[in-house]
Nanobody, 124 residues
Framework: QVQLVESGGGLVQAGGSLRLSCAAS????????MGWFRQPPGKEREFVAR????????YYADSVKGRFTISRDNAKNTVYLQMNSLKPEDTAVYYC?????????????????WGQGTQVTVSS
């Protein structure tokens, strides 16, 4: 089992920045990729970004490319999502996820473990 705990959400004005953290514990040696997803109010969960646990092979959704940066600190078993130039449409609950399989990993169904989510609200 892998446990994931997100933190760093909050309320920010449009154009501002936030950094989300996802601390992993448990059988982290089995993790192949980590991802961030988000679920806006009344909408389905959508892919944001993912990174291979070793640090490479980063992939972003087009909607966040150039504004968000995913990174990891293996010593701390933590993955980060730096979010800059935030827009009201970025408002959502953000979830961290982990997969143990070698998959492309841009859909929620490809992930095995999920955090509880952290709310990000961007005001206009």
């Amino acid at each position: 089992q892998v446990q994931l705990v997100e933190s760093g959400g909050g309320l920010v004005q449009a154009g501002g920045s936030l950094r989300l953290s996802c601390a992993a514990s448990g059988r982290t040696f089995s993790v192949y990729r980590m991802g961030w997803f988000r679920q806006p109010p009344g909408k389905e969960r959508e892919f944001v970004a993912r990174i291979t646990w070793s640090g490479g092979n980063i992939y972003y959704a087009d909607s966040v490319k150039g504004r968000f940066t995913i990174s990891r600190d293996n010593a701390k078993n933590t993955v980060y999502l730096q979010m800059n130039s935030l827009k009201p449409e970025d408002t959502a609950v953000y979830y961290c996820a982990a997969t143990t399989a070698v998959k492309f990993a841009v859909t929620a169904s490809e992930y095995d473990y999920w955090g509880q989510g952290t709310q990000v609200t961007v005001s206009s």
